[in-house]
């Protein structure tokens, strides 16, 4: 898994769980603690957030941050 895919998944992730949750970028940036516009940017795949940036999401989402970044099935045992 490159780094160009992690982005891609994990903005896709957050796409899809703000859409279920039914919330605007604005809400979710605010509750995230964030700019709108930085939530529009890595929606996008034009930023990799930070790691307090990802664990605000997914607690603004209220899901565990490997349902944004599952990467389990990379993990060989």
């Given amino acids: 898994m490159d ?3 992690i982005i891609k998944i994990f903005a896709e992730n957050v796409r899809a769980e703000r ?3 039914k919330y605007s970028q ?3 940036a605010e ?6 516009e930085y ?3 890595i929606e996008k795949e034009k930023y ?3 790691l307090i940036v990802i ?3 997914a607690i603004a989402l209220q ?15």
């Fill in 39 to 41: 939530l529009a940017r």
């Fill in 55 to 57: 664990a605000n999401l």
């Fill in 31 to 36: 509750m995230a603690d964030i700019t709108p």
């Fill in 26 to 28: 604005e809400k979710l």
């Fill in 63 to 77: 899901v565990p941050v490997n349902k944004l970044i599952p990467i389990e099935e990379y993990i060989r045992h």
């Fill in 3 to 5: 780094r160009n895919e």
């Fill in 19 to 21: 859409a279920r949750k």
């Fill in 48 to 50: 990799s957030p930070s």
